[in-house]
T-cell receptor, first 112, second 113 residues
Framework: TQLLEQSPQFLSIQEGENLTVYCNSS?????LQWYRQEPGEGPVLLVT?????EVKKLKRLTFQFGDARKDSSLHITAAQPGDTGLYLC????????????FGTGTRLKVLA | SAVISQKPSRDICQRGTSLTIQCQVD?????MFWYRQQPGQSLTLIAT?????????ESGFVIDKFPISRPNLTFSTLTVSNMSPEDSSIYLC??????????FGSGTRLTVV
């Protein structure tokens, strides 16, 4: 069974601080996605990474896929209150069924 | 990406009853996915629904408890049957849109009393 562990589970920081969220597994994934979810809404896709070692930037967010495609990280620079939410990584299984396994989640709160 | 309308958005139900959740997509999609999310937790896949065939259920989920219909390429329903308080959760439908990843409905918050 492929599992994705995220750390930290909870994070409360001040506006302007930097943070990194980690997504780790012992399994290889075909691709990996990051989502942000706000209360009362479904998760919204932030990025998809496909190639081992790939780095993608989305404004203040930097995403990296591990060389072995087993782990990923999300780095936020100068966090803002609007970044508050539940961050989820999701790995596409290698079984060819277009099925994604979601990580355990990181709940971020950015204080003004 | 697709737009998904999911309803109801929330409901409070008596134990032993059933609730049917509906998802309507604004475009035709091959696969639809149903997830369960415990409050503040991550998502667990319940089943994958393809049009014209029986849904494929994940370990720990069975058709008698969570029957799914997929009558066409834009619509699906999930029924939570014979509910108990342990079924209280958020239920989400989603579709896979290639490079756009998964698009999710806004979820159904179910409370069983």
């Amino acid at each position: 069974t492929q599992l994705l562990e995220q750390s930290p589970q909870f994070l409360s920081i001040q506006e302007g601080e930097n943070l990194t969220v980690y997504c780790n597994s012992s399994s290889v994934f075909s691709s990996l996605q990051w989502y942000r979810q706000e209360p009362g809404e479904g998760p919204v896709l932030l990025v998809t990474v496909v190639t081992g070692g790939e780095v993608k930037k989305l404004k203040r967010l930097t995403f990296q896929f591990g060389d072995a495609r087993k782990d990923s990280s999300l780095h936020i620079t100068a966090a803002q209150p609007g970044d508050t939410g539940l961050y989820l990584c999701a790995g596409e299984t290698t079984s060819g069924t277009y099925k994604y396994i979601f990580g355990t989640g990181t709940r971020l709160k950015v204080l003004a | 990406s697709a737009v998904i309308s999911q309803k109801p958005s929330r409901d409070i139900c008596q134990r032993g009853t059933s609730l049917t959740i509906q998802c309507q997509v604004d475009s035709q999609v091959t696969m639809m996915f149903w997830y369960r999310q415990q409050p503040g937790q991550s998502l667990t896949l319940i089943a994958t629904a393809n049009q014209g065939s029986e849904a494929t259920y994940e370990s720990g989920f069975v058709i008698d408890k969570f029957p799914i219909s997929r009558p066409n390429l834009t619509f699906s329903t999930l029924t939570v049957s014979n509910m108990s308080p342990e079924d209280s959760s958020i239920y989400l439908c989603s579709v896979e849109m290639g490079d756009y990843g998964y698009t999710f409905g806004s979820g159904t918050r179910l409370t069983v009393v």
